[in-house]
C-alpha cells in the first residue's frame, strides 16, 4: 500500500474497462482509503469495491456528484461513465443523456467544489472527412452518436477551462486492449474478444472485415498516458488540453490474428462484419501524437506483438 498524498479522488464509471484498472493506478499511487470508486451499480467482489472506498453514483445528477465531492472532500474527478460507441448507437438518446449530461453534471459538480477534471475522449471524434494519419487539429464530423458525444465533451471541457477556470483536460483514447476487464460495447471490442478466444476455442469470427486499421493501445499505455496528463504542469498545456490525440500503433484485424496464430498453434479467425464495420470505417488508421509527445512528453511502450504476448500471458495466468 502506498503513503497518502493528500489528494482526494473520484473515479466515475469505475467497474468499467478502463475504471478498473485506472482505480487499482490511483490507489497505488494516491493510497487506497484516497480514491473513491462509483458506479451506477455494484459488483460484488470486484475490487473497485472490496479494496477501497465505493459509492453508488448517477453521474447525470449534479447534486448528488456535488454532495459526494464535498462529503468527500475530493480534489480530483475521472469522468470514466459513458456509453460507449456500439452500444451507444443502439440507444441514441441515452447515450447523450449519459455522455453529455453525466459531463455536464460533472463539470458542474467540479466548478462547486474545485476539483481537477479528466474527461475522456475518443478517435470516433473523427469522421470520414478526416484524414487516414489524423493530425491533432483534424476536422470533427463524426458519424456516430457516440463521437457526436465525444465531440461536445472537449468542448465543454473547453469552456469550463476558458470561463470558468477548472482544470479540464483529456484523451482521444484509440482503441483499447486489456485483459483484466471485460469490453464495454465499442466498435474496437474485436481486438480484446479474438484473444478470449485464442486462449479457448482458439478460434474467433471477427465482426470487422480483415484489412480494418484502427489505432489501438495497450491499456497499461492508456492508464500511464492518464496519469501523465494529469501529473502535466499546467502552463504546459495548450489548446489541445481537453482531447490530445495519443499514439499507439495500428493494425489491421488480419495482423492481429496473424500476431495471435504466432503464440497460439492452431488458432483460426474468419471475418464476418456488421453494423460496427460501418464506424470503423469512418475512423482514421493512425493518429499523430506529437502534440502530447511535445507538451507533456507522451511516448508509447507497446507495439502489437509486445501487447499480444502480455495479453496471452496475462490471460493464461
Known amino acids: ?16 474497462q478502463i475504471g478498473t484498472e485506472l482505480v487499482e493506478a490511483l490507489r497505488a499511487k494516491h493510497g487506497d482509503a484516497a480514491v473513491i470508486a462509483s458506479d451506477i451499480r455494484t ?8 479494496e477501497g472506498p465505493f459509492a453508488i453514483l448517477d453521474v447525470t445528477d449534479t447534486a448528488s456528484v456535488s454532495r459526494l465531492c464535498r462529503d468527500e472532500g475530493v480534489t480530483t474527478i475521472y469522468h470514466l461513465a459513458a456509453l460507449l460507441s456500439a452500444t ?19 463539470l458542474k459538480a467540479a ?28 476536422p470533427l464530423n463524426p458519424t456516430t452518436v457516440y463521437g457526436e458525444t465525444k465531440v461536445e465533451g472537449e468542448a465543454l471541457g473547453l469552456e469550463y477551462w476558458t470561463v470558468h477556470g477548472v482544470d479540464v483536460r483529456g484523451l482521444r483514447y484509440p482503441g483499447l486492449v486489456s485483459y483484466k476487464a471485460p469490453a ?13 478466444a485464442a486462449v479457448g476455442s482458439k478460434h474467433y469470427q471477427c465482426f470487422v472485415r480483415p484489412d480494418t486499421k484502427l489505432p489501438m493501445m495497450y491499456m497499461d499505455d492508456a492508464i500511464r498516458a492518464t496519469l501523465m496528463v494529469m501529473d502535466a504542469p499546467a502552463t504546459s498545456l495548450g489548446s489541445s488540453r481537453t482531447g490530445y490525440n ?19 498453434e492452431g488458432f483460426s479467425c474468419d471475418y464476418v462484419p456488421d453494423v460496427r464495420q460501418t464506424y470503423a470505417d469512418s475512423w482514421p488508421d493512425s493518429v499523430d501524437g506529437s502534440i502530447a509527445k511535445k507538451e507533456w512528453g507522451w511516448s508509447p511502450a507497446y507495439d502489437l506483438h509486445a501487447m499480444t504476448r502480455a495479453m496471452l500471458n496475462g490471460l493464461s495466468d
Open 111 to 138: 466548478k462547486a467544489c474545485g476539483c481537477r477534471v479528466f474527461v475522456p475522449s475518443s478517435i470516433a471524434v473523427f469522421g470520414p472527412d478526416a484524414p487516414k494519419h489524423a493530425p491533432q487539429n483534424a
Open 246 to 264: 495519443i499514439d499507439g500503433f495500428s493494425f489491421t484485424a488480419e495482423e492481429l490474428a496473424a500476431s495471435i496464430a504466432q503464440e497460439v
Open 88 to 106: 451507444g448507437e443502439k440507444n441514441p438518446e441515452l447515450c447523450r443523456s449519459v455522455n453529455v449530461g453525466g459531463t455536464v453534471a460533472v
Open 184 to 196: 464495454g460495447g465499442g466498435t474496437t471490442d474485436y481486438a480484446v474478444e479474438i484473444f478470449h
Open 1 to 16: 500500500m502506498s503513503e497518502p498524498t493528500g489528494d482526494r479522488v473520484l473515479v466515475t464509471g469505475a467497474l468499467g
Open 43 to 50: 459488483v460484488e467482489g470486484h475490487p473497485c469495491v472490496s
